[in-house]
């Protein structure tokens, strides 16, 4: 939901000049967004290896007994990650590879993809967009996991999710595309 909270037709709602009244303007906004580019193409390598790393533990033959340093080491060569590049975080301390938390570092990079995706919809037809909200709340909210997740999405957004407008949002492929 923070998607809302930088787009110029809310910003011109609440975020105005104390004294006098004016509106934040919009080229300020664009230097804002346009600051937030900085460093994602690192921070998104950092997370995938982070998320690739995760699985490849998790789609070991059970039970195995690695030297963990090794395979961290081996998997990154393996992948072709260049050394200014580590691992968001480091075999011996991604504790939820232990504990009930199954390949879940990807999920975190899924979840941006629908999160980027669903605000997509409401950016095609208007932030405020009432249909796109109603059918939001029918298909997913009201849903709450109640049938299969991608069946859900798909009823909201008429598709399958797509990975375009997250790269958009941070900056990794043009606004035009």
């Given at each position: 939901?923070?998607?809302?909270?930088?787009?110029?037709?809310?910003l011109?709602?609440?975020?105005?000049?104390?004294?006098?009244?004016?509106?934040?303007?919009?080229?300020?906004?664009?230097?804002?967004?346009?600051?937030?580019?900085?460093?994602?193409?690192?921070d998104?390598?950092?997370?995938?290896?982070?998320?690739?790393?995760?699985?490849?533990?998790?789609?070991?033959?059970?039970?195995?007994?690695?030297?963990i340093?090794?395979?961290?080491?081996?998997?990154?060569?393996?992948?072709?990650?260049?050394?200014?590049?580590?691992?968001?975080?480091?075999?011996?301390?991604?504790?939820?590879?232990?504990e009930?938390?199954?390949?879940?570092?990807?999920?975190?990079?899924?979840?941006?993809?629908?999160?980027?995706?669903a605000?997509?919809a409401f950016?095609?037809?208007?932030?405020?967009?009432?249909?796109?909200?109603?059918?939001y709340?029918?298909?997913?909210?009201?849903?709450?996991?109640?049938?299969?997740?991608?069946?859900m999405?798909?009823?909201?957004?008429?598709?399958?999710?797509?990975?375009?407008?997250?790269?958009?949002?941070?900056?990794?492929?043009?606004?035009?595309?």
């Amino acid at each position: 939901m923070e998607h809302w909270a930088t787009e110029q037709e809310v910003l011109n709602m609440y975020a105005k000049h104390y004294k006098t009244g004016e509106t934040i303007p919009a080229s300020l906004v664009r230097k804002l967004k346009n600051s937030s580019y900085f460093n994602q193409g690192f921070d998104n390598v950092e997370i995938l290896a982070a998320s690739l790393l995760d699985m490849a533990y998790h789609t070991l033959e059970a039970p195995a007994i690695i030297d963990i340093q090794s395979f961290e080491k081996e998997y990154f060569n393996k992948i072709g990650l260049i050394p200014e590049i580590i691992s968001r975080y480091r075999s011996t301390y991604f504790m939820h590879i232990i504990e009930e938390y199954d390949s879940g570092y990807y999920s975190y990079t899924w979840a941006a993809v629908l999160d980027n995706d669903a605000f997509e919809a409401f950016k095609e037809k208007g932030i405020f967009n009432r249909s796109v909200a109603s059918s939001y709340r029918k298909n997913i909210l009201e849903k709450n996991g109640t049938m299969d997740a991608m069946q859900m999405y798909v009823n909201f957004r008429g598709r399958e999710p797509q990975i375009e407008p997250l790269l958009r949002n941070r900056g990794l492929v043009s606004a035009n595309n």
